[in-house]
């Protein structure tokens, strides 16, 4: 099924082909076997290498970095996760990938779950780990910290189960391209989801859309959201599981790589 998204240009870090003139990406494939297409959260792809290391032993992974963030330019009239969502079937329908085990990370859950809900043809498994993207409870409910407006030493306690594994955690030694970079991506992040924040009203309303299998993820010490808000997002898709993983926070695969990866091959 085609899009309606001019064609991608594709910059892939182990051949370095230019496939077409129009977005550009950051993309990186490894690995062989079945296909994974990862997508990244506000920490952007590169902090996430333990968990593709291991998923690459057995399958082929896909690893965008959304426009906007890292190296990808962000097309000037990009303004919301419904343009990442159409930049990602754009993809799967370039490289011809089918029965794709499609990945969201945090921000990058919200992104497949906008994919899902469009078109699940080509995809045949959805994993959330910690998704954010829908509105659960009342309107004056805040449930999801405001990260924008919160001291990074709190967020960072919000995403982490432990601090050592902050790829953060130092900036005031970090290389200052990695420090542009951390930048880059939070203002990224603002683009898409700073109004209204974080979520898409209309999403919950359309996740029965998901027919394929999905499993929502909560890593059991996430700060970011409330401790019900995975569980009410999985509840919203029909052929959906929900799995607890202990000593992870809201970036649950960077704290517990191993056991985020062995759920997704299980």
């Known amino acids: 099924m085609s899009h309606a998204l001019k064609p991608l240009t594709l910059v892939n870090h182990l051949t370095g ?12 494939v490894v690995g062989s076997g079945p296909p994974v297409l990862l997508l990244h959260g506000a920490e952007g792809s590169e902090a996430n290498h333990e968990l593709v290391d291991v998923l690459a032993l057995d399958h082929t992974v896909y690893v965008p970095t959304h426009p906007g963030f890292g190296l990808s330019p962000m097309p000037t009239w990009f303004r919301s996760v419904e343009d990442l969502a159409y930049t990602y079937l754009n993809l799967l329908d370039q490289f011809d990938l089918r029965d794709v085990h499609l990945v969201g990370l945090q921000f990058g859950a919200w992104v497949g779950a906008e994919l899902a809900i469009r078109d699940s043809s080509r995809l045949g498994r959805l994993t959330l780990v910690n ?58 992040l603002a683009t898409y989801a700073w109004e209204p924040y974080m979520h898409n009203p209309r999403l919950k309303h359309w996740l029965s859309r998901i027919s394929i299998p999905c499993t929502v993820v909560r ?24 799995e607890l993983v202990a000593d992870a926070g809201h970036c649950a695969q960077i704290d517990r790589p191993i056991d985020i990866a062995e759920l997704i091959r299980g």
């Open 17 to 28: 082909t230019l496939l077409s003139p129009d977005i550009i990406m950051d993309l990186k």
């Open 131 to 188: 998704p954010v993207g829908i509105k659960v409870g009342a309107p004056t409910e805040r449930e999801i910290l405001d990260v924008f407006a919160t001291a990074r030493d709190l967020v960072d306690a919000a995403r982490f189960a432990a601090s050592d594994k902050n790829p953060f955690r130092d900036l005031k030694s970090a290389d200052p391209e990695d420090v542009l970079l951390l930048a880059r991506n939070e203002e990224a």
């Open 219 to 242: 890593g059991e010490q996430d700060g970011i959201v409330g401790p019900d808000y995975a569980q009410a997002f999985a509840d919203y898709i029909p052929r959906s599981s929900f």
